[in-house]
C-alpha cells in the first residue's frame, strides 16, 4: 500500500483546509487509515484515524469538534477536512495504516511518505 498526502499550505488563523490521502497497490479498503503530524524537532503525533469501512473514527483530543477524517474506498482516498485551524496545526502531516485505539501508526509501517505541509500564520 502506498500513500500520497496532499492538499497541505499556507493559512491564516481560523480558516479552514482539506487534505487527501490518496492511496494506491491492494486492498486500500483493507486498512484503518490514520493522519499524522510532525512539528519541527518533536514527534510524530496521531491525529486521526478512520476504520477500514469508515464507519468507526478517533481524533485526538486537540483537534476534537475542529477535523473531521472521511473516506471514499472507490477512489481509494481520505480526507481530513480541517476547520478553524490554530497556529499550534502548524505541521508537516503525513497519512499512514494506523491503530484506532491509540491513533498510533501499525507496525507495518516501515517507512513514510514526503507529507504535505500546513502552515498556520497571521
Known amino acids: 500500500l502506498q500513500l500520497v498526502e496532499s492538499g497541505g499550505g499556507l493559512v491564516q488563523p481560523g480558516n479552514s483546509l482539506r487534505l487527501s490521502c490518496a492511496g494506491s497497490?491492494?486492498?486500500?479498503?483493507?486498512?484503518?487509515i490514520g493522519w499524522f503530524r510532525q512539528i519541527s524537532g518533536k514527534e510524530r503525533e496521531g491525529v486521526s484515524c478512520?476504520?477500514?469501512?469508515?464507519?468507526?473514527?478517533n481524533y485526538t483530543d486537540s483537534v476534537k469538534g475542529r477535523f473531521t477524517i472521511s473516506r471514499d474506498n472507490a477512489e481509494n482516498v481520505v480526507f481530513m477536512q480541517m476547520n478553524n485551524l490554530k497556529p499550534e496545526d502548524t505541521a508537516v502531516y503525513y497519512c499512514?495504516?494506523?491503530?484506532?485505539?491509540?491513533?498510533?501508526?501499525?507496525?507495518?509501517?516501515?517507512?513514510w511518505g514526503q507529507g504535505t505541509q500546513v502552515i498556520v500564520s497571521s
Open positions: 499512514a495504516p494506523c491503530v484506532m485505539l491509540t491513533l498510533g501508526p501499525q507496525t507495518s509501517v516501515r517507512s
Open positions: 497497490g491492494v486492498a486500500f479498503d483493507y486498512y484503518d
Open positions: 478512520i476504520s477500514a469501512g469508515g464507519s468507526y473514527k
